[in-house]
């Protein structure tokens, strides 16, 4: 997975780069005429800035492209959507076949380790961005403009 992005800082070896998040509204041909396409035109300004490291020389103001190992992303992103929705079963399971708790209850459980799971995966999430940032890897794009 590939992303261009501007150096906006350099601090030795950290470079802080800022990169424009995308919707996928701007590939769809309906974009003009869809709401949800409509709406990502209003708040197209939106910027991601953070600080990785790199042993290539770069300059403030200067392109360069981010790439992490398809492999990560799909592991981060099924972990990200998957975890929730095993738990949610999970509790939901084991509170029907060993309590003897009503339906509205087993249910409220479910859904609070649910959202437990997602506070759970920031948290841990924070922590693997260390690892993260040693997965990436910054180099010079073939083509330097956006």
């Known amino acids: 997975m590939k992303e261009l992005a501007q150096v906006v800082a350099v601090d030795g070896q950290r470079v802080t780069v800022s990169t424009q998040l995308k919707s996928a509204c701007s590939g769809c041909e309906q974009n003009t005429t869809c709401g949800a396409g409509i709406l990502s035109k209003v708040f197209s300004d939106r910027h991601s800035t953070f600080v ?12 360069v492209e981010l790439s992490i190992p398809e492999q990560q992303v799909t592991r ?11 738990t949610l ?7 029907t076949s060993l309590t003897a708790m009503t339906e509205g209850y087993i249910i409220l459980l ?11 995966l920031r948290l841990w999430f924070r922590l693997r961005d260390v ?16």
Request: charged fraction near 5%.
């Open 52 to 63: 990785v490291k790199t042993e290539s020389p770069v300059a403030v103001g200067e392109y």
């Open 76 to 86: 981060f992103a099924l972990l990200l959507y998957g975890l929730p929705v095993v």
């Open 89 to 95: 079963l999970l509790f939901a399971s084991v509170l």
């Open 110 to 120: 479910s859904f609070s380790g649910f959202a437990v799971s997602f506070v759970a």
């Open 131 to 146: 690892r993260v940032n040693q997965l990436l890897v910054v180099s010079t794009p073939a083509h330097p403009s956006p």
